[in-house]
């Protein structure tokens, strides 16, 4: 049994999706190379969070029990509804679902009660045919961190953790950097044997100013400028 991602594995199947090359932007030798990873770029490059959604789906259908998708924001405010239900929808409109999971899934239902979606495969007409038993992605709120602390387990599978637009400047950085590392504990327990080798964090950021005042209080400034 392998004890971290097969990164060839990963990347063959990203390959077969297709995916013009301009919309990839993930390098994922970098990526499986580091716990902590940052993708930063301006609004208008294409579909960062639309390709951490593919990775996760990838990770997902390798490695069903060491992986599924825990994605973060900074506040509940970012976690509504119409913030959240949307959030594979260019997945399902270039057929990314079907393409990674063959006839098994083609879609995802969303649980806004549970803050949840769901694989699922549906007819024509949309109907609902079969389900997954588990979530393929779940929503939090770093505010919400306490909480989780006592009320979450991620069961296995929470080794890849999605933090979207960290740069957040209307919250203080230095209640949020706590914030995220509690969560990451909480839900990727990286301080358990052999963790560490499955245990991966993104975040994605619209923002490209390497003095913004958000990486010093992240103390990440030195290594802005160093970023592909």
């Known amino acids: 049994m392998n ?6 594995k990963i990347k063959d199947l ?3 999706l297709k995916i013009p090359r301009d919309y990839w932007g993930i390098d ?4 499986f190379n580091y716990q902590w990873n940052i ?3 301006i609004r208008e490059t294409a579909g960062k969070t639309t390709q951490s959604i593919i990775l996760g789906l990838v990770l997902a259908k390798l490695y069903p029990d060491k992986y599924r998708i825990e ?4 506040d ?3 976690c509504t509804r119409q913030n959240i239900e949307t959030l594979f929808d260019t997945v399902k409109r270039f057929g990314y679902i079907e393409k990674i999971f063959g006839s098994k899934y083609n879609d995802v239902l969303y649980k806004p009660n549970l803050k949840k979606f769901y694989l699922c495969l549906t007819d ?5 045919i079969d389900i997954s038993e588990d979530p393929i992605c779940v929503i939090h709120s770093l505010e919400n961190w306490l909480n989780m602390k006592s009320s979450y387990n991620a069961g296995g599978k929470g080794n890849y953790i999605i933090l979207d637009e960290f740069p957040d400047t209307n919250r ?8 995220l590392l509690n969560v990451v504990s909480t839900i990727g327990r990286p301080l358990s044997p052999g963790a560490s080798d499955w245990l991966h964090i993104l975040l994605i950021g619209n923002n490209t100013d390497e003095y913004c005042f958000y990486f010093d209080d992240f103390q990440i400034s030195d290594e802005i400028p160093y970023l592909k």
């Open 14 to 16: 990203i390959r077969k």
């Open 172 to 179: 203080a950085t230095y209640q949020i950097f706590p914030q």
């Open 76 to 78: 509940s405010a970012q």
């Open 28 to 31: 994922i030798d970098s990526f």
């Open 39 to 41: 993708y930063m770029s």
């Open 71 to 74: 994605y973060l924001r900074n």
């Open 3 to 8: 004890n971290s991602p097969d990164i060839k």
């Open 124 to 128: 024509e007409e949309g109907s609902v």
